[in-house]
């Protein structure tokens, strides 16, 4: 199956990270965050495709991405705080890459796929609000990391 007509059978709309998604699930349970209440658990579509990338972002809760098809995906995480960067290379069980990528809250994190495109879930506890979310690009000090550490990949801001 294509991208786009993943797309339109999923019901994807364009992500302001870059890549189109869909949220599937916000659980009626709520839990007490730094942040405020929040529902304990969310979880979205998440679809790349070649010409675009997961743009360097940060969120403010634990996410958890699932593969579920098309090609292996690159995840970049990135602790700013101590400026360690890891990648993850997700793919589907028979490939040898892994079927999940965790990315710690706070932690610095972008992706683009490897091919045609790579289709995702991403689940995010406590749940996830756009409030929580930002774009690296549009922190202060953001500059110095795509200086040094992350200079290789500062195409993904």
């Known amino acids: 199956m294509s991208a786009a007509a993943l797309i339109e059978r999923l019901q994807l709309s364009p992500h302001p990270e870059g890549g189109w998604y869909r949220e599937l699930y916000r659980s009626s349970e709520r ?5 405020g209440a929040r529902c304990a658990l969310t979880s979205i579509y998440y679809l790349l495709e070649h010409a675009q990338v997961s743009r360097w972002h940060v969120v403010a809760a634990d996410e958890i991405w699932h593969f579920y098809d098309g090609s292996p ?6 602790d700013a705080g101590q400026c360690k960067l890891r ?5 589907g069980p028979a490939s040898r890459h892994q079927p999940v990528g965790i990315v710690p809250r706070g932690h610095w994190q972008a992706a683009r796929t490897r091919g045609a495109y790579s289709l995702l879930g991403c689940s995010v506890a406590p749940g996830f609000e756009f409030e929580d979310f930002a774009l690296v690009a549009q922190l202060p000090g953001h500059a110095e990391h795509f200086a040094a550490e992350l200079r290789e990949l ?3 801001l």
């Open 31 to 35: 839990v007490q965050a730094e942040r």
């Open 73 to 78: 995906l690159e995840l970049f995480v990135y």
């Open 154 to 156: 500062r195409t993904l």
């Open 87 to 91: 990648t993850e290379r997700l793919g």
